[in-house]
Nanobody
């Protein structure tokens, strides 16, 4: 099992940047595929970015070119660098992990953090 704790959220103006961190504890971090999801009020949780254990990355069209997912295996931490933020990026951002590589949907990730709030003001 792996435990995940997100940090780095906050309030930022449109056009600004934030870097989210997801610290993992437990064994075998490097073997997990990692993902970031977000959920805005009244909306379903949606895929943002994911990172295979091999290092290959994938992004939702809405964040492509603005967000970057990365990992530091030595620190057992995954990051989401967010730039050119927009008000529509406002949401609670969740880190997720799974040993299986499947679809970029919440149902296919077994382990979740509690989330960190990101608010982008216009």
């Amino acid at each position: 099992q792996v435990q995940l704790v997100e940090s780095g959220g906050g309030l930022v103006q449109a056009g600004g940047s934030l870097r989210l961190s997801c610290a993992a504890s437990g064994r075998g971090f490097s073997s997990y595929h990692m993902g970031w999801f977000r959920q805005a009020p009244g909306k379903e949780r949606e895929f943002v970015a994911r990172l295979r254990s091999s290092g290959v990355t994938y992004y939702a069209d809405s964040v492509k070119g603005r967000f970057t997912i990365s990992r530091d295996s030595a620190k057992s931490t995954v990051y989401l660098q967010m730039t050119s933020l927009k008000p529509e990026d406002t949401a609670v951002y969740y880190c997720a992990a799974d040993r299986r590589w499947s679809t970029p949907t919440p149902l296919d990730y077994a382990y979740w953090g509690r989330g960190t709030q990101v608010t982008v003001s216009s």
